[in-house]
């Protein structure tokens, strides 16, 4: 009887250590991963930035205005910008800069328009912000109606400047908002222009 009970009382013994073990065993019963600390965030993936090389061109639409030294008023009008080049590093590129202004007199009176084409050279500031300069000639005409020339061009020395900042942009394509300035020296003296325009533009 002895003997029995001891056998008795160690099977039960080997079976309440037995299965908890077994239960700890079974699948999905592995307690889950532990929180991460307070304060830990994934990193952002950081936008690819424009890749700039070989040619470029753009053009850009605005408004703008035109002074000179005698006009007690501006002219206001629309402005427009054409620029082609090509990248000579990747910040910094040389390019022909044609800007212009023309303003529609009322009551078709005709349209004075004023142009300043320039070789400039553009340089990115940062990624998105970016100055050009440049120098070149001034050209100013007064067309009738019809287009036709009614005075006789004048042309003289010229230069500009202008600073943007990309709105949007990818590695080969940019949406940007620039401020451009201008000043032609003429005989007669000197005009000025300026324009805000939403440029786009090809790398």
Known sequence: MLWSR???HSLIASLAL???AVAAAQPGSYAP???PPPGYYAQ???APEPVR???LIGFSLGGGSITCDECTDSLDGVALDIHLGGMITPQLALMFDGMGVAHSFEEGGGTLIHVVDTIAAQYWVTPQFWI????GIGRLSVNDADGEEVVASETGSAAMFGIGYELVSSRTFALDLQ???AVAHYDEGDIQMGSLNLGVNWY
Request: hydrophobic share 40%; aromatic share 4%; proline share 23%.
């Open 132 to 135: 050009k300069g440049g120098i």
């Open 179 to 181: 401020l451009r300035g």
């Open 44 to 46: 952002p993936v950081a």
């Open 6 to 8: 001891l056998v008795k």
């Open 53 to 55: 090389r070989g040619f």
């Open 33 to 35: 991963p532990p929180p």
């Open 18 to 20: 037995l299965v908890p």
